[in-house]
């Protein structure tokens, strides 16, 4: 696994052509691996996980759920985990730059007596976590936050009442932290009741990356579903240890769908179809509204590129934040102005990831107009985009998205060729090889 690399400035290979009948087997996807991992932890028993992605996020994971006592053992084709972890001890735990593994350590931590403390990387400090602590403090949880954010001290267990309420309205993952604990909870309630139920308050995000948390409980024998529109029950339950293969990653899926799209190449996904319920599968709807050609099966998914690229005048991408960040940079390379809406929950990201975008793109000469919740983007035209260092604000997404600048312009440099091992740390590899280009090392 990968260790946090030095900063690496390079510019962007330009691309011609994609190679031909080009195939591309993705990355383990990152959020269904964090999720299976915390579960292992919190099973009896030894789980087999196998196509968790090499990248920091999970060594990250990896780290924290070996130090609160569950046993790991890792090689190059599956990591094995044994729970359950301790409850008692005081430990200590390193996120580094893994908001989802936050999250979902919160959520561990709840159920432990001893004091669990976590920390992590400045990026992640800035990121605030107050509605999900507000919630356990009033589940009879001792919380020590200075600033809402990281570094926090957390002592449970958690003794919820069985009616739960959180605002989600910043981040889905408060709500996949809750119910990821949910089924491993004692209740003071005087009832006989076996059901936690989760009400959602605010202007829901990324409801698919909720589905997907459901999706892999279902998988370790845990009963929990949606009820309405913004209420989730979970069942009490033993989280079931066994074996798990994880699919491709679908948002590291966009930036290849992207470049195919933009270049007219055509690309096989060799291992995400149609069967997935990752909310970001859903760009390849935007690909076909820009011309491409897109064929779904259920394990693995074929793009090809348009002669000639379609406008679209506006699109919402609330169900699919993390690829919205691809789209942004795409944008400028379309044939006409484009209105991205549904995006206050980009601000709250490793980076903000409106204002961030918008700011680069002043830099190279290209138009971008912000509001809280959405971005206008005017088209490069027959305008050459200005030679620039992107900053990636230490930001995976940013580097990876904006490749796709730098793809067609060949001037786009990166301040940190290696913030992509955050997630994806062959990603330029990969880019290379769909290119057919040599990279220097």
Wanted: glycine fraction near 8%; proline fraction near 5%.
């Amino acid at each position: 696994m990968n260790t946090q690399s030095q900063t690496h400035p390079f510019v962007v290979p330009r691309i011609t052509r994609i190679v031909d009948n080009a195939h591309l087997t993705l990355p383990g996807s990152k959020s269904i691996a964090l999720r299976q991992l915390a579960m292992a932890a919190l099973a009896q028993g030894t789980s087999t996980i196998t196509g968790v992605p090499d990248c920091d996020d999970a060594d990250a994971m990896l780290e924290c759920i070996a130090a609160l006592g569950a046993e790991v053992s890792v090689d190059s084709r599956q990591i094995l985990v044994t729970g359950p972890i301790d409850l008692h001890k005081d430990i200590a735990l390193n996120a580094r730059m893994s908001g989802a593994s936050t999250r979902l350590l919160i959520g561990i931590a709840a159920l432990r007596s001893g004091r669990t403390s976590i920390d992590g990387h400045s990026s992640l400090r800035a990121r605030t976590n107050a509605p999900l602590y507000e919630v356990l403090r009033q589940q009879g949880c001792q919380v020590e936050s200075a600033t809402g954010g990281l570094p926090v001290t957390i002592a449970g267990p958690l003794r919820p009442a069985i009616e739960m309420e959180i605002d989600a309205s910043l981040s889905s993952q408060y709500v996949t932290a809750l119910l990821l604990c949910a089924p491993c909870c004692s209740f003071d309630a005087d009832t006989d009741s076996k059901t936690q139920r989760i009400h959602i308050t605010g202007d829901l995000v990324s409801r698919p990356y909720i589905d997907i948390t459901l999706n892999e409980m279902r998988k370790r024998g845990i009963r929990s579903r949606w009820v309405g529109e913004q209420t989730l029950e979970v069942e009490q339950g033993n989280y079931q240890a066994g074996q798990v293969q994880i699919e491709g990653d679908a948002t590291a899926a966009t930036y290849f769908a992207a470049l195919a799209t933009l270049h007219g190449g055509s690309l096989t996904l060799d291992n995400l179809g149609n069967s997935t319920v990752q909310g970001d599968y859903q760009f390849l709807t935007v690909m076909e509204q820009l011309g491409a050609r897109v064929i779904r099966k259920p394990d693995q998914t074929y793009i090809e590129g348009p002669s000639k690229l379609s406008a679209i005048e506006a699109i919402d991408m609330t169900t699919m934040p993390d690829a919205a960040l691809t789209l942004i940079a795409m944008a400028p390379l379309l044939p006409a102005t484009l209105t991205i809406n549904g995006l206050s929950s980009l601000h709250h990201k490793e980076c903000d990831r409106l204002e961030c975008p918008a700011t680069e793109f002043a830099a190279m000469g290209i138009n971008a107009q912000t509001t809280q919740d959405s971005i206008r983007i005017e088209p490069l035209g027959k305008k050459t985009m200005q030679p620039h260092l992107l900053r990636t604000y230490h930001d995976h997404r940013m580097a990876m998205a904006f490749s796709l600048l730098g793809s067609v312009s060949g001037t786009l440099g990166i301040d940190d060729r290696q913030v992509v091992a955050k997630t994806y740390p062959h990603y330029w590899s990969d880019y290379a090889e769909l290119g057919g280009l040599q990279l220097d090392q």
